[in-house]
Every structure is written in C-alpha cells, then in structure tokens.
C-alpha cells in the first residue's frame, strides 16, 4: 500500500514542476519579447526600417543626455 502512496505521490509532483517550469518558461519568453519589443522600436532603426511606425503600446523612453564636465 505504501507503494502505491509512494508512486502517487511522486506523479503528482513530477506533474506540478512541470506545470511550473512550464509557466515560468512562458512567462520568460513573453517577457523577453516585449522587453526586446519596446528596445527595438525605442532604438536607432537599421536600414530599410528608418520610417516604420511605433506601435502605441510601446512606451516612449526618454535618451539620456550626455553632459561635458571640464
């Protein structure tokens, strides 16, 4: 009987980790590719891109002014 506990126990949490490592592996992606998103349109465009439009759902990010300090 213990065996069989065992055996049902240890399904459960290979099951559970992997619904987890599966929702995490997701969400890391989506993360990825809107972080990516919002730098590539944020960015300098290479060339053949220069006039592509920004979509609205990307953030305007503001460049940071480099100061001279003599």
């Known amino acids: 009987m213990n065996f069989f506990l065992a055996a049902i126990d240890k399904a ?3 099951s559970y ?6 929702f995490v592996s997701i969400g890391g992606f989506l993360a990825a590719a809107i972080i990516g998103s919002i730098g590539w349109y944020n960015s ?3 060339a053949g891109w220069e006039d ?9 990010v503001a460049k940071e002014e480099k100061s001279k300090t003599d």
Do not use: D, F, H, M
């Open 44 to 46: 300098k465009r290479p």
């Open 17 to 22: 980790l992997q619904a987890i490592l599966t």
């Open 52 to 60: 592509a439009e920004t979509p609205g759902w990307v953030p305007k």
């Open 12 to 14: 459960s949490y290979n």
